[in-house]
């Protein structure tokens, strides 16, 4: 009977890790099998294969590991298959997988000027959540080195003073709402931005207003921010304006922009450019964008991506709302918001009946 075996790169990359433990970590044994040529009595040309073992001491031991002879693509190779908990006993089984696994030759290091020189490419740790800054004491001078720059992912609250040192770091997702950022914190969150891994900001509630936005705009387009936050800040018309001008050329695709007093005048600058961006998810709840802010919604939105639009709190009549739901079928729309809009309830019931595969929330 044939029995057919499969192995998987996981399984490959246990084994392989197996296989070079026993060579490079000095607790394992230290007898050392040689295989010598010695001459044959009576006969110099003629020898004799012998093994002979060896006792080493725990230095020479580990000294025989093969490990760092291997190509580091190689390595990254072998630890992209790897699981995390794998991962942390490579870590502590000796000081060159230490080394390797952190890129820390000391343990312990505290600070910010305490950097990794990691000699692999791949992310291999991190702490699976959101570390809130505002419940820590610590500085940059007493933060330990590396938890900052190899295991933080998701940062809330992260004090003005670690923002020049986030570019060394692994943190993606960035939260700083209500944190009192304004226009000057944005300016200089800007510098740092494009050279980071940053793919969600969260600035709501900041007093952010029209030149704090324009700073962001100017380097929104180098940075890889997908996510981003702006809700309850006071951006105003002209501000969105100078976000419109760079939204085609950026990653966003999650967009929130509520309580932003943005007016019909801002929902027609981003209309103007919404066909070109990757924009998915838009939020315009509480701008005061009334029918006529709608209407021009619906000239652009079937030319769109956008398939989550939250027009809540925005004063739209049943009057605005039937020029949307004539181009509903034609966009990808499949969940809309319209709370506390002027929607009756006979116009409610009509949009329900033609558009079954949308979701409306009321």
């Known amino acids: ?29 230290t007898q050392l099998t040689t295989i010598i040529e010695e001459p044959m009595s009576g006969n110099p040309e003629t020898v004799r294969i012998v093994e002979r073992e060896e006792r080493l001491s725990k230095g020479e031991a580990t000294a025989l590991g093969y490990f760092e002879d291997l190509p580091i693509e190689l390595v990254e190779m072998i630890f992209a298959d790897v ?34 020189t990691a000699k692999m490419a791949i992310s291999i740790c991190g702490i699976n959540k959101c570390i809130d800054f505002g419940n820590l004491s610590c500085t940059p001078e007493t933060i330990p080195s590396f938890p900052f720059y190899c295991l933080m992912r998701e940062v809330k609250s992260l004090p003005p003073s670690f923002w020049s040192y986030i570019l060394n770091t692994q943190i993606h997702t960035l939260d700083l709402y209500c944190n ?18 940053i793919h969600t900001l969260n600035l709501g509630a900041n007093q952010i207003g029209a030149s704090g936005v324009q700073e962001l705009a100017k380097v929104l387009s180098n940075t890889h921010v997908h996510t981003l936050h702006l809700a309850y800040n006071q951006i105003g018309a002209s501000g969105v304006q100078e976000l419109a001008k760079v939204l085609p050329n950026s990653q966003v695709h999650t967009l929130y922009l509520c309580g932003n007093q943005i007016g019909a005048s801002g929902v027609q600058e981003l209309a103007k450019v919404l ?27 079937p030319s769109t991506q956008v398939h989550t639009l939250d027009l809540g709190v925005n004063q739209i009549s049943d009057s605005g709302i039937q020029e949307l739901a004539k181009v509903l079928s034609s966009t990808q729309v499949h969940t809309l918001y319209l709370w506390a809009d002027r929607i009756g309830d006979e116009m409610q019931r009509l949009l329900k009946e033609q558009h079954p595969n949308i979701t409306f929330y009321f």
């Open 83 to 116: 699981a995390y908990p794998s991962i942390l006993a490579c870590r502590q089984l000796n000081h060159f997988f230490y080394e390797l696994m952190t890129g820390y030759s000391q343990v312990g290091l505290i600070g910010v000027s305490h950097k990794p």
């Open 180 to 197: 009192q950022v304004g226009d000057s914190g944005i300016q200089a969150l800007a510098k740092v931005l494009p050279n980071t891994q």
């Open 1 to 29: 009977m044939k029995r057919n075996y499969q192995l998987n790169y996981s399984l490959i990359a246990c084994i392989v890790l197996s296989s070079l433990f026993l060579q490079s970590c000095d607790s394992f044994s």
């Open 275 to 301: 066909p070109g961006t990757q924009v998915h998810t838009f939020n315009l709840r509480y701008n005061q964008i009334g029918d006529s802010g709608v209407q021009e919604l619906a000239k652009v939105l």
